[in-house]
């Protein structure tokens, strides 16, 4: 049976799941057998499991560091947030519900179970189970049934190890704010604590350390220098998406309110010949795009009226006359067609709406969710290409004939006549090294060589190696039980 540990924050974006990949690296590094796991996260940047589910895109990171194939187990229940008061509740990887905020409180005894059997199976498989908690402890007034953070390390009897995030000042408020709201039992729990995100000479903290050590009897593990290259590996948080890169092609991404699966930009990113421009609310299209991406979208409706309300339907069809492409991925494929039908009110009321209307088609929701592994090829260049598909709807119409994917044996995708706009549902398509210097090809770009899959695990060796040398990794590992 393995021991287990959990890391909690002092805050949302404090660094927690960056730092239990690390943790997992490390130690698999030292020839442990290690499982990342999470009861609760929420996110709408998720990952197809291989055994057909879905959890968040953390939790399919660390599964990554720890050199194992990522399971639904690893993060038993996902909130991904539809609208600003409600959110889909994913159970180990399937959807149960679509609940308000208010309401969801009345489902967690029904998920409690389920994620402690869930962390049970994977203590069975491995030498050492590493828990991310969610947001902070020290939000006591949701203590209550809370199955995230305090109250998952209660059920499960779990010793915990407190981040800090000094990059965003008040670290030692952070701290000692959160031992003083903590109630004695929860307190007792923390074991040690560590500072995150330091940029300069961590010797110039040693007071502050010895203060929080003072104040909270909590033993310190160390100060974790900024780590420049966690812009390399996957974000979960929609707060992390930057625009990137000083290449001559320049990709437009909208930053839709619900944006969805945002990891389809990193390698992207990564490419010396390319920017991707990240354009906020309240922000015109850039006329000198290559290319305008439309991103995945947890709510396509809600995102479409969102993409409206910004005028950048009107910004996309000036980048069309201009000469300029348009691709949509998933979400931002449904909106380039002609119509969006909901008649069972899947999004909201029962209904349907215009699309942007720039591919002959049509989509029509319906309650199933598409949730598979694929591989296949891009049919114009004939290079392999792999990747996910995780929706709702069906998409069809004539521009369907233009499929410029094929995946598993069937076409996959819609073009206009032209060719300058173009949809599909698959997700991660670009982190196929070949695939991707094809397109960039086709926009002037030249690939710089990335292998973009060898990048990540060379990021994950370098976090891991920058933890072991800042990082008392033997107190940290000897925490857990």
């Known amino acids: 049976m393995a021991r287990v540990l959990m890391i909690q924050g002092t805050g949302s974006n404090v660094g927690k799941s960056l730092v239990v990949a690390g943790l997992c690296r490390a130690a698999r590094r030292r020839g442990l057998s290690v499982l990342p796991f999470k009861p609760q996260n929420m996110s709408n940047n998720a990952a197809v499991t291989a055994d057909g589910g879905e959890i968040g895109r953390a939790q399919a990171l660390q599964a990554r560091a720890c050199g194992v194939a990522a399971s639904v187990d690893m993060n038993p229940v996902l909130l991904k947030p539809e609208t600003e008061t409600g959110a889909q509740v994913i ?9 308000r905020a208010r309401d969801y409180a009345a489902l967690k005894p029904r998920l409690l179970p389920a994620a402690l059997d ?15 908690g969610a947001g902070s402890p020290a939000e006591v007034n949701l203590r209550a049934g809370d199955i995230a953070n305090m109250g998952f390390a209660e059920a499960a009897g779990l010793p915990v190890l407190l981040v800090g995030d000094i990059d965003r000042g008040g670290v ?26 330091f940029r300069g000479d961590p010797e110039l903290f040693s ?6 050590a003072e104040r909270t009897g909590w033993v310190p593990m160390g100060i974790l220098p900024w780590f ?26 909208p930053h839709l309110a619900r944006i969805a699966n945002f990891d389809d930009l990193d390698p992207l990113r990564l490419e010396p010949g390319v920017r991707v421009e990240i354009v906020p609310p309240g922000r015109a299209l850039p006329g000198d795009a290559a290319v305008i991406l439309l991103p995945g979208s947890k709510s396509t409706i809600g995102d479409l009226a ?6 950048w339907d009107i910004d996309i069809r000036a980048h069309l006359r201009r000469g300029g492409r348009v691709l949509g991925l ?8 002609r119509m969006i039908r909901d008649p069972e009110g899947i999004e909201g009321p029962p209904g349907s709406v215009e699309g942007l209307g720039l591919l002959d088609v049509e989509t029509v929701m319906s309650p199933d969710k598409t949730l598979r592994r694929v591989t296949g090829r891009h049919l114009a260049s004939g290079t392999p290409v792999a990747g996910y598909e995780i929706h709702i709807g069906e998409t069809r119409g004539p521009d369907c004939a233009r499929a410029w994917l094929e995946v598993e044996g069937r076409p996959e995708g819609a073009a206009d006549a032209r060719g300058q706009v173009q949809g599909c549902y698959l997700h991660g398509v670009f982190a196929s090294d070949a695939f991707r210097a094809a397109w960039l090809a086709g926009l002037g770009a030249h690939g710089g060589g990335l292998e973009f899959e060898p990048a990540v695990d060379e990021t994950l060796d370098a976090l891991a190696a920058h933890m072991e040398s800042h990082l008392d990794l033997d107190g940290i590992l000897a925490l857990a039980r």
Do not use: W
Not at 119 to 132: C, M, P, Q, S, T
Not at 207 to 212: A, H, K, R, V
Not at 228 to 250: F, H, N, T
């Open 330 to 337: 998933c979400g931002g494929y449904q909106m380039l067609g």
């Open 207 to 212: 007071e502050g350390m010895s203060l929080i």
């Open 306 to 311: 969102f993409l409206r309300e910004q005028g």
């Open 118 to 132: 869930s962390l049970a199976r994977l203590r069975a498989r491995a030498d050492l189970v590493l828990v991310e």
């Open 91 to 99: 159970l180990q990887g399937r959807r149960i519900a679509t609940v």
């Open 172 to 197: 030692i408020a952070q701290i000692v704010g959160s031992h003083a709201v903590l109630d004695a039992a929860d307190r007792a729990r923390i074991k040690g604590f560590l500072i995150n995100r």
């Open 228 to 253: 420049a290259d966690a812009a390399r590996l996957p974000a979960e948080d929609a707060q992390d998406i930057r625009s990137s890169g000083a290449g001559a092609v320049k990709i437009a991404v």
